[in-house]
């Protein structure tokens, strides 16, 4: 161990075992949390082809769907449901008629109809011709993401070269999504399991730490493991105030990946770069792979984020 690098960040040191302890229930919390404000339309909503998941506000990871979008007569579909809550509209609000085959959507400013087969759509009791018509596929209805978009007050925008969807409040500014693509592109194409780099050190739960690595290790890192009263396995921070982020992405992506798959590490290291500045704030956020708990967080003000591995 004396070989290995100490180096050290208070808040994120303190963070270790706070997280620990803290995890779950912030875990519960962060799921409670809406990301639409009553009545307001999503700022940004970002849907991948090929990709069950979806990005709302820049926010990730993701929120995960069963069944992805795809495109069928030129036209992108999603499953009614996931496409009604993307577009901030909450169960209720979306209804289905069994009798008629007929899906629902009501939101603040408009309610929208629309039937499998049928290619209409009705807002506000207005009929509009549509050049496709919803359908079933997979035991699932699927509509026409744009018609359904813009019939609740969106702007829709296509990027051919990155398959995908983006939508926002008609009559705003196209917003940035790049980095809600990189993460939706980061979803499809995980990481391979990497090996450590050079001379490193095996902690008691069987991860290898290069010796020469730039991450904020604990001391007690090797009281972690197997018999841990908060089942903590690891736990270790990125260092903002060193200048080598990129060999710490690495490092940290290295380390995760010898006992968490490939995707799970993706959406974890995605989060964990949207903060390269004290100033910005990391919710915490929780990931389930391969029997373990992986959390991550940065409050604002600090000079750190923290990775903490649980097993289950």
């Given at each position: 161990?004396?070989?290995?690098?100490?180096?050290?960040?208070?808040?994120?040191?303190?963070?270790?075992?706070?997280?620990?302890?803290?995890?779950?229930?912030?875990?519960?919390?962060?799921?409670?949390?809406?990301?639409?404000?009553?009545?307001?339309?999503?700022?940004?909503?970002?849907?991948?082809?090929?990709?069950?998941?979806?990005?709302?506000?820049?926010?990730?990871?993701?929120?995960?769907?069963?069944?992805?979008?795809?495109?069928?007569?030129?036209?992108?579909?999603?499953?009614?449901?996931?496409?009604?809550?993307?577009?901030?509209?909450?169960?209720?609000?979306?209804?289905?008629?069994?009798?008629?085959?007929?899906?629902?959507?009501?939101?603040?400013?408009?309610?929208?109809?629309?039937?499998?087969?049928k290619a209409q759509i009705s807002i506000n009791g207005q009929n509009k011709a549509m050049d496709v018509a919803p359908l079933l596929a997979s035991g699932?209805?699927?509509?026409?993401?744009?018609?359904?978009?813009?019939?609740?007050?969106?702007?829709?925008?296509?990027?051919?070269?990155?398959?995908?969807?983006?939508?926002?409040?008609?009559?705003?500014?196209?917003?940035?999504?790049?980095?809600?693509?990189?993460?939706?592109?980061?979803?499809?194409?995980?990481?391979?399991?990497?090996?450590?780099?050079?001379?490193?050190?095996?902690?008691?739960?069987?991860?290898?730490?290069?010796?020469?690595?730039?991450?904020?290790?604990?001391?007690?890192?090797?009281?972690?493991?197997?018999?841990?009263?908060?089942?903590?396995?690891?736990?270790?921070?990125?260092?903002?105030?060193?200048?080598?982020?990129?060999?710490?992405?690495?490092?940290?992506?290295?380390?995760?990946?010898?006992?968490?798959?490939?995707?799970?590490?993706?959406?974890?290291?995605?989060?964990?770069?949207?903060?390269?500045?004290?100033?910005?704030?990391?919710?915490?956020?929780?990931?389930?792979?391969?029997?373990?708990?992986?959390?991550?967080?940065?409050?604002?003000?600090?000079?750190?984020?923290?990775?903490?591995?649980?097993?289950?």
């Amino acid at each position: 161990m004396s070989k290995l690098k100490l180096n050290v960040i208070t808040i994120v040191l303190v963070l270790t075992m706070a997280m620990v302890v803290a995890g779950p229930a912030l875990a519960e919390q962060a799921e409670q949390i809406d990301v639409y404000e009553k009545e307001m339309l999503v700022k940004s909503l970002v849907f991948k082809i090929g990709v069950p998941y979806y990005v709302v506000n820049g926010q990730t990871p993701g929120v995960k769907m069963d069944v992805a979008p795809f495109i069928q007569s030129g036209r992108t579909f999603v499953p009614v449901r996931f496409l009604g809550n993307a577009l901030g509209l909450d169960d209720s609000k979306i209804t289905w008629d069994n009798g008629t085959n007929t899906a629902t959507l009501a939101g603040s400013a408009a309610t929208l109809q629309l039937t499998i087969g049928k290619a209409q759509i009705s807002i506000n009791g207005q009929n509009k011709a549509m050049d496709v018509a919803p359908l079933l596929a997979s035991g699932r209805t699927f509509l026409p993401a744009r018609y359904v978009a813009e019939g609740l007050g969106y702007q829709v925008g296509w990027d051919e070269a990155a398959q995908t969807v983006v939508c926002w409040p008609a009559g705003e500014p196209k917003p940035d999504v790049a980095s809600a693509v990189n993460y939706l592109v980061s979803v499809v194409n995980p990481t391979l399991p990497q090996q450590p780099k050079g001379e490193t050190l095996t902690t008691r739960a069987g991860y290898r730490i290069p010796i020469d690595t730039k991450l904020v290790i604990p001391k007690d890192i090797n009281e972690l493991g197997p018999g841990d009263p908060n089942k903590c396995e690891l736990g270790f921070g990125i260092d903002l105030t060193k200048s080598e982020l990129a060999s710490q992405w690495n490092d940290a992506s290295s380390i995760l990946s010898q006992k968490i798959n490939g995707q799970t590490v993706n959406e974890v290291m995605a989060y964990v770069k949207q903060k390269t500045d004290w100033k910005q704030v990391l919710v915490f956020q929780q990931w389930e792979s391969n029997g373990k708990k992986i959390g991550v967080n940065s409050p604002g003000g600090s000079d750190g984020v923290q990775i903490t591995v649980w097993y289950k």
